[in-house]
């Protein structure tokens, strides 16, 4: 038995005694006799339930449940109709027409129609909204009712990642419409009793022990088989696995640091893996204001020095790839043949030399004008993945002569402290990224101030491609402006991509008909059973 493995079950051997006092929630799952209900461990409780006003994953993964948008997205990434029956939009790309599905109805009984549309995608252009979700829906000019079940939507220019806003949630005109946009967070709806038209609908929540819900049985889509959800709050991943292997949860997220727990659980027949790549990336991100950054071959070097394919097969458990620029291998519009960069530490000294850096003291450490090649590398504490990459970036980087200095701190402390303030070296984190591949968010140079481009990228043929893959309308015409500007990300290396990781879901041997979307999620879960 690996010496991973051993404190663990040392812990679940001591905790199993506690199971009882630890699970407020599984008592009542068990009432509802198993093959009824399904127990899901979250890291985190909820902020609200209204995604206008909520920015955190935790509540989306129970507003999921909850609410339906316009338009999904299917396993392919493919737009299709959710709450929209069909939709058009003109040659020119300003105009939008949305026809609904009839017969819709919200959990309290009422019918769906166009003007819980039109007022929903107008909450976040209401005069005192105050959520973050303002920049999505700034593209829209105007939105009106064109009857009971047809809605038109004008833009103020043409917007190709527009079907990726009208995934928002549409929430009841009738319950909310007199409610001033600037209360609309605090009102009981967004914290006691949301109200929506998805496969399960609200019972009740309490704050940092669990969410519960229960089947509607008039989802439009196929009344869910499972007819009890419940939302386990456990801050600690360790005390998860723990109540996993008990019985108190019956589905949760492993990290790849204790895939070999999870596989060993398999093995007892108390679980089933499943593993699936997701749209997200790990990085390393540097601060292009800083003078050791501002030469590309610098940047090039430091990934070259990096066997990032031992990264992927040590801490990832060879669970994901190497990534080599920004985008998914998931996506219709990614660049396979971007440049790449692999492992070659008699090439990073090469274009480190070719940089000025060298090693004019003996001492192992370059230098250029005087100054060593030495930083610090800051990235979030609790995440065994990052700090176990830390490590190995530390003892590689050490190799070529660069000297770095792995930093973990608290997770809010980091990006507001440091992140956003721009008071960085270099940094590691990682992107989920949308389902639709427009990256004008992360890279054009007008979000290098406030924004998430907070490297400081600044690239005028990047802005360019960032600006003409909005406007192209033709999928293919953006597919190749996509993949160019992507190999230019590549060829300019502002981040060292590390990898892709997979998602690594444990759910329980007898349950079928689970499918893990790229973006994560309850994907049909009304087509979940047991056996």
């Not at 917007?159 to 419409?177: G, M, Q």
């Not at 007008?446 to 192209?472: C, H, M, P, W, Y």
Request: one cysteine or more; charged letters at 25%.
């Amino acid at each position: 038995m690996s010496r991973q493995i051993r404190p663990l079950l040392f812990l679940i051997l001591v905790c199993g005694l506690l199971t009882s006092t630890l699970q407020p929630t599984t008592s009542t799952a068990e009432s509802e006799g198993k093959g009824q209900a399904l127990i899901v461990g979250s890291i985190g409780s909820p902020s609200l339930l209204n995604p206008y006003f909520s920015a955190d994953a935790s509540s989306a993964q129970v507003e999921s449940l909850l609410f339906n948008g316009l338009v999904k997205f299917d396993e392919k990434l493919n737009p299709v109709p959710d709450l929209a029956d069909r939709w058009e939009v003109s040659k020119d790309g300003y105009s939008w027409t949305f026809h609904l599905k009839r017969g819709i109805l919200f959990h309290d009984g009422e019918e769906l129609t166009s003007e819980d549309v039109v007022f929903s995608y107008n909450i976040p252009r209401r005069p005192g909204y105050t959520g973050p979700r303002g920049s999505d829906f700034e593209k829209i000019k105007d939105i009106r009712v064109v009857d009971r079940y047809t809605l038109n939507i004008t833009l103020k220019e043409p917007y190709a990642p527009f079907l990726s806003t009208c995934v928002y949630a549409i929430l009841p005109a009738h319950l909310l419409k007199q409610v001033p946009a600037e209360k609309l967070a605090e009102h009981p709806f967004s914290t006691k009793s949301p109200v929506g038209t998805g496969p399960y609908r609200f019972e009740r929540w309490k704050d940092g022990q669990f969410v519960q819900l229960s089947a509607f049985p008039s989802y439009f889509d196929g009344v869910p088989q499972i007819q009890k959800l419940y939302f386990r709050i456990i801050p600690d991943q360790n005390a998860q696995l723990i109540q996993l292997h008990s019985g108190g949860i019956d589905v949760m997220g492993v990290p790849a640091t204790d895939l070999a727990v999870g596989k060993l659980f398999e093995k007892q027949g108390k679980i089933k893996l499943h593993s699936s790549p997701t749209l997200s990336y790990t990085y390393i991100g540097y601060n292009l204001n800083h003078p050791f950054f501002q030469d590309t071959r610098v940047r090039q070097a430091l990934t070259h020095a990096l066997d990032r394919e031992q990264i992927v097969n040590i801490v990832l458990e060879g669970e994901g790839q190497v990534a080599h620029t920004h985008g998914s291998p998931l996506s219709w519009a990614y660049a396979a043949h971007a440049p790449k960069f692999p492992y070659d530490p008699k090439k990073a000294r090469e274009l480190l030399a070719q940089a000025g850096w060298n090693d004019t003291d003996g001492d192992g450490v370059l230098d250029k004008d005087g100054e060593k090649f030495s930083f610090v590398l800051q990235t979030n504490q609790g995440n065994k993945m990052r700090e176990m990459v830390a490590q190995i970036v530390q003892e590689q980087w050490a190799q070529i002569g660069v000297e770095v200095k792995p930093r973990l701190m608290e997770w809010s402390a980091f990006i507001n402290d440091y992140v956003e303030t721009k008071k960085f070296d270099a940094v590691m984190l990682g992107w989920s990224l949308g389902i639709d591949p427009d990256p004008t968010a992360i890279w054009h140079s007008k979000e290098a101030e406030k924004g998430l481009n907070f490297v400081s990228f600044k690239n005028k043929e990047i802005d360019r491609l960032l600006e003409a893959n909005t406007r192209e309308m033709d999928r293919e015409k953006r597919k190749r402006i996509l993949i160019q500007l992507q190999e230019r990300l590549a060829q300019e290396q502002p981040y060292t991509f590390l990898y892709y990781a997979n998602s690594i879901m444990a759910y329980p041997v007898n349950l079928e008909g689970v499918f893990n979307h790229p973006a994560g999620g309850f994907y049909k879960i009304q087509h979940w059973r047991y056996h």
